[in-house]
């Protein structure tokens, strides 16, 4: 295999010390040697920076960097502007991944002369469950950056996430995470789409997530959960502009969005005022996307009465909590 090109691997850290240890095994074991591994310890309170040292002193490959707390994208943005790779990815540190990881997206994007490689990924709880449920087909399909921006908003096969990518180093050029907001990787992933010129994508779930209980999306709900309607408004915008033909589309993602961030308010307590904001956009929002399917049953539920459509959600949100303990 060829590995004369160097890749950035970047993980920022941040209070992980049950999950960083395999996070680091999975990237120190890769079949693709040629790596610097980037660890950002943004001002952890637990042995998390502790443990990336020990790593640094065994693996010439691993540099540290030591912060004051910045958020993810503040710890992305450090490394960003230090890498030396032709190409960069991103690992969160609670995730993991598979030994050949790196190499499938590295191959993906030299056989196919692209700018951006994707994959799939298993969506995992903490006993090692797989809650997803990735085909793992072997399909390879190359996409125009329009093609790869409607997968997107439909969200399948590409999702918004920062993870599930190679990227060239040269996407970046301009382009850095949003510092202090959340759902930063919603803010810049299409960013570095509209900036290739060809994506490709592989059907193979080399990337591992966890889903733990305390990930940024599984905590009280507070304004700032807002910043993903935010920051999904801007991403629809700027889509809109480059290709006025994904507007009902993009009517559609944001629609699931407004409904996603309720059903995470409705989880919560004391977050009326936002619902009713919310629900006041949904009621608008709902006769300009064309929705089908679950959304469809949404938008009718909506056109009803809040009653009906909070019913709907209390439930979905019972279910899911059942799934998580199974």
């Not at 807002?226 to 033909?245: H, L, Q, R, T, V």
């Amino acid at each position: 295999m060829r590995q004369d090109e160097l890749i950035s691997v970047i993980v920022p850290v941040y209070n992980v010390e049950k999950y960083i240890d395999k996070c680091i095994k999975s990237i120190i074991s890769q079949d693709y040697t040629n790596l610097e591994i980037w660890l950002v310890d943004d001002g952890s309170t637990d042995s998390s920076g502790e443990v990336c040292d020990k790593y640094a002193e065994s693996d010439q490959r691993i540099i540290v960097i030591h912060k004051d707390n910045g958020g993810l994208s503040d710890a992305r943005n450090v490394a960003l502007d230090r890498m030396q790779g032709k190409y960069v990815l991103f690992i969160d540190s609670d995730d993991y991944i598979e030994k050949n990881y790196i190499s499938y997206l590295y191959m993906l994007l030299k056989d196919y002369q692209s700018d951006i490689s994707i994959c799939n990924f298993k969506y995992v709880n903490e006993k090692g469950q797989i809650l997803n449920n990735p085909e793992d087909t072997g399909k390879i399909v190359q996409y125009s950056k329009e093609e790869a921006l409607d997968k997107i908003l439909q969200g399948k096969e590409i999702n918004t996430s920062a993870s599930m990518k190679l990227y060239c180093c040269d996407i970046f050029k301009n382009i850095r995470y949003p510092k202090g907001k959340l759902y930063e990787d919603v803010a810049t992933t299409y960013k570095t789409i509209l900036r290739a010129n060809r994506v490709v994508y592989g059907d193979y779930s080399g990337y591992v997530y966890l889903c733990r209980g305390g990930s940024i999306t599984k905590r009280k709900f507070t304004e700032k959960r807002m910043d993903a309607i935010y920051n999904m408004e801007e991403m629809c915008s700027n889509i809109i502009k480059a290709y006025p033909n994904l507007q009902g589309k993009c009517m559609v993602r944001l629609f699931e969005q407004y409904v996603s961030v309720y059903s995470a308010a409705k989880n919560s307590t004391g977050n009326k005022i936002i619902e009713k904001q919310i629900f006041g956009k949904l009621k608008d929002m709902r006769k300009r996307a064309n929705v089908r399917g679950k959304d469809k049953v949404y938008s009718i539920s909506i056109a009803i009465g809040k009653w009906l459509f909070d019913t709907i959600i209390l439930v979905e949100n019972s279910i899911q909590r059942y799934r998580k303990k199974i």
